[in-house]
């Protein structure tokens, strides 16, 4: 069986799905709900990342941003879940979320720029090439968020772009597949003018956190990677520090 069988196969499978999302993310009234619950949302956020979790390194701040304008009140659960250094303990469910959020905030950026870019600014009509132009972008925005962190602490590029090669190519390869996947799926023909383009590309985001996510939980459970520091002891640090310059 060829591989355009099969998906063909899977397209005509799942049909019925798309037939139920297309009339909901295509329609203007719920797209603008859901922009003003996600400002909403992001203002949560700063405003507990201001007040109560300024230990947390600034790379992470930006890794939340990210998750949360993405996702919305599905992103701020994951924060407060896992993120913040609040949290009761740390368990291997939060590291695999951390993990996930920071894979997730800079392949979703590539994910957004590749399809913004090569389906909507260039109307291209090959789904090949969006596809691959799509990946490729991923691929390079998952990576950086690697590289350039081991690269600032002294690490050199060989040796951080093999990390980054080891560690996220498994969780970035099943990530892009469904979110990718998904949006084809849902908007394949849709415009960038298109309320539905942008609808499946939100949508098709969360996917591919979803699916990402028990990837990433594995990857940590056998140390494949480190799952993020524990902000908890971020905060006890912070206040640590706190105490010893009143003395």
Known sequence: ????????????????????????????????????????????????????????PSLMKGVWALVVLYSGPFGLAIYWYSGRSQISHDSLWRRGFRSTAHCYSGCGAGEVTGFAVLA?????????LVTAGT?????????????????????????????????????????EIAAIGTDLLIASQAHISDPLFWGALVFSLSVGFVFAFPVNAILVYFGVKEGMKNPAEMGQSQQSSGAHASD
């Open 1 to 56: 069986m060829s591989a355009n069988s099969i998906l063909k196969q899977i397209e005509h499978a799942l049909a019925p799905v798309r037939t139920l999302l297309k009339p909901v993310l295509s329609d203007p009234m719920i797209l603008g709900a859901w922009a003003i619950v996600v400002l909403a949302c992001i203002g949560v956020l700063w405003r507990d990342i201001r007040k109560r979790n300024q230990a947390l």
């Open 120 to 128: 909507g600014l260039l109307a291209l009509q090959s789904t090949l």
């Open 135 to 175: 990946f490729t972008l991923a691929y390079i925005f998952g990576y950086a968020l690697t590289v350039g962190p081991l690269m600032q602490e002294g690490v050199g590029f060989q040796e951080a772009m093999l990390d980054a090669l080891y560690s996220e190519t498994p969780s970035i390869t099943i990530m």
